[in-house]
């Protein structure tokens, strides 16, 4: 199989869909890759690195999309991209359409095979795919929390861990999945004083055995939520609903009642976010200030570590990526139920039925649409 893999074009992104030792163990089972030029060069990964590996390096993206059988991004693909998509060219790339009815739309009309690394499931339940990036974004998110409490960045003017006689301050992290797991280790880390909220309450016995003192665990209802969240210097959202939106578990009322200078990180921004004044921001301008409080929503977070995420993420996709490329996309998907989840739009339909609820489009039947490949 040719595999592409373009460089990223949204705003401050600079991972990369293959890392060269991902191109070498593709190209040594006998398929082609190409490169767009520079296109790991936010990794450190220079062109001859690629070469080396056994790719070919080719100077346009629109190469990419009129060449190969399969193009492997990072992120979901800007307008510009997913135009060049053509008829049953396999896209695999996160996607996040709940949200984003432009780019499902886009997708439909390229009639390409689209498979989100969100929603690829593993035998365990999880996902696996998300998950190196959920804890890329749930570290970085008590780091940016920790930043932006400081008064030049708006915050409230105090340090995330205290010092000896004065208090720490106090993190609620909604969800405690791995996103959440990850900034409570961060912020634990820190010092901070912490208090993890979620609904599963199997979940909230791990945390509980895994952090012991260390952390409060919560169960989440409208009203723990608010009295967290009032008090909190920092909030970060992590909540998730595998292929839709977030639920908006802080209200504009709940907002107004939060202390001035508290600082909401909300991960959950690919999915629209789950407070309700979210919008989704970048890193060159990655915060917006709501009745006081300061909002990051940085959609890609892990971007700004793009070559610790790069490598995480490479050691999740690649055994998905062979399969694919070894097998052909409709045996790839009858074989693997997991990675059958991940499919979402095919061939002009939305397959995914979270997707379809959100946007209160057509759906059809993932097994129906595989037949029709």
């Given at each position: 199989?040719?595999?592409?893999?373009?460089?990223?074009?949204?705003?401050?992104?600079?991972?990369?869909?293959?890392?060269?030792?991902?191109?070498?163990?593709?190209?040594?089972?006998?398929?082609?890759?190409?490169?767009?030029?520079?296109?790991?060069?936010?990794?450190?990964?220079?062109?001859?690195?690629?070469?080396?590996?056994?790719?070919?390096?080719?100077?346009?993206?629109?190469?990419?999309?009129?060449?190969?059988?399969?193009?492997?991004?990072?992120?979901?693909?800007?307008?510009?991209?997913?135009?060049?998509?053509?008829?049953?060219?396999?896209?695999?790339?996160?996607?996040?359409?709940?949200?984003?009815?432009?780019?499902?739309?886009?997708?439909?009309?390229?009639?390409?095979?689209?498979?989100?690394?969100?929603?690829?499931?593993?035998?365990?339940?999880?996902?696996?795919?998300?998950?190196?990036?959920?804890?890329?974004?749930?570290?970085?998110?008590?780091?940016?929390?920790?930043?932006?409490?400081?008064?030049?960045?708006?915050?409230?003017?105090?340090?995330?861990?205290?010092?000896?006689?004065?208090?720490?301050?106090?993190?609620?992290?909604?969800?405690?999945?791995?996103?959440?797991?990850?900034?409570?280790?961060?912020?634990i880390g820190m010092g901070a004083d912490v208090t993890i909220?979620?609904?599963?309450?199997?979940?909230?016995?791990?945390?509980?055995?895994?952090?012991?003192?260390?952390?409060?665990?919560?169960?989440?209802?409208?009203?723990?939520?608010?009295?967290?969240?009032?008090?909190?210097?920092?909030?970060?959202?992590?909540?998730?609903?595998?292929?839709?939106?977030?639920?908006?578990?802080?209200?504009?009322?709940?907002?107004?009642?939060?202390?001035?200078?508290?600082?909401?990180?909300?991960?959950?921004?690919?999915?629209?976010?789950?407070?309700?004044?979210?919008?989704a921001t970048t890193h060159q301008e990655p915060t917006y200030?709501?009745?006081?409080?300061?909002?990051?929503?940085?959609?890609?977070?892990?971007?700004?570590?793009?070559?610790?995420?790069?490598?995480?993420?490479?050691?999740?996709?690649?055994?998905?990526?062979?399969?694919?490329?070894?097998?052909?996309?409709?045996?790839?998907?009858?074989?693997?139920?997991?990675?059958?989840?991940?499919?979402?739009?095919?061939?002009?339909?939305?397959?995914?039925?979270?997707?379809?609820?959100?946007?209160?489009?057509?759906?059809?039947?993932?097994?129906?649409?595989?037949?029709?490949?």
């Open positions: 199989m040719l595999i592409g893999v373009p460089k990223e074009i949204k705003s401050n992104e600079f991972r990369v869909g293959l890392t060269p030792d991902s191109v070498r163990e593709l190209c040594t089972s006998g398929h082609q890759v190409i490169i767009e030029t520079h296109a790991g060069e936010g990794i450190g990964e220079d062109d001859e690195a690629y070469r080396t590996a056994g790719a070919e390096i080719v100077s346009e993206a629109s190469e990419i999309f009129s060449r190969a059988e399969m193009v492997v991004k990072v992120k979901e693909p800007q307008q510009k991209e997913y135009k060049q998509l053509r008829a049953d060219q396999i896209l695999f790339t996160y996607l996040h359409l709940s949200p984003d009815p432009e780019q499902t739309e886009g997708l439909m009309q390229s009639k390409c095979i689209a498979v989100a690394y969100e929603t690829v499931t593993s035998r365990q339940g999880t996902l696996p795919l998300l998950a190196p990036m959920s804890e890329v974004a749930g570290r970085m998110a008590t780091q940016v929390g920790a930043y932006h409490l400081q008064k030049n960045s708006h915050g409230e003017g105090m340090l995330l861990g205290g010092v000896p006689g004065v208090a720490p301050s106090k993190v609620a992290i909604l969800g405690g999945g791995v996103a959440g797991t990850n900034a409570a280790k961060i912020a909220l979620d609904r599963n309450i199997e979940r909230l016995r791990y945390l509980a055995d895994i952090f012991g003192t260390q952390a409060h665990t919560v169960y989440s209802t409208t009203q723990s939520v608010e009295d967290y969240v009032v008090d909190a210097d920092v909030v970060i959202g992590t909540v998730l609903i595998p292929g839709s939106n977030a639920p908006k578990l802080v209200t504009k009322t709940l907002l107004s009642k939060m202390k001035k200078g508290a600082v909401i990180v909300d991960v959950a921004i690919d999915q629209g976010g789950c407070t309700e004044t979210s919008r200030i709501v009745d006081d409080v300061v909002h990051y929503c940085v959609a890609n977070m892990p971007g700004g570590v793009p070559k610790t995420s790069t490598y995480a993420l490479n050691n999740a996709t690649l055994p998905f990526v062979l399969a694919i490329a070894n097998k052909g996309i409709k045996q790839a998907l009858q074989d693997d139920e997991h990675l059958r989840n991940g499919l979402n739009v095919c061939q002009g339909n939305i397959v995914y039925q979270a997707v379809a609820e959100a946007q209160n489009l057509p759906y059809i039947r993932v097994h129906d649409a595989i037949a029709r490949l």
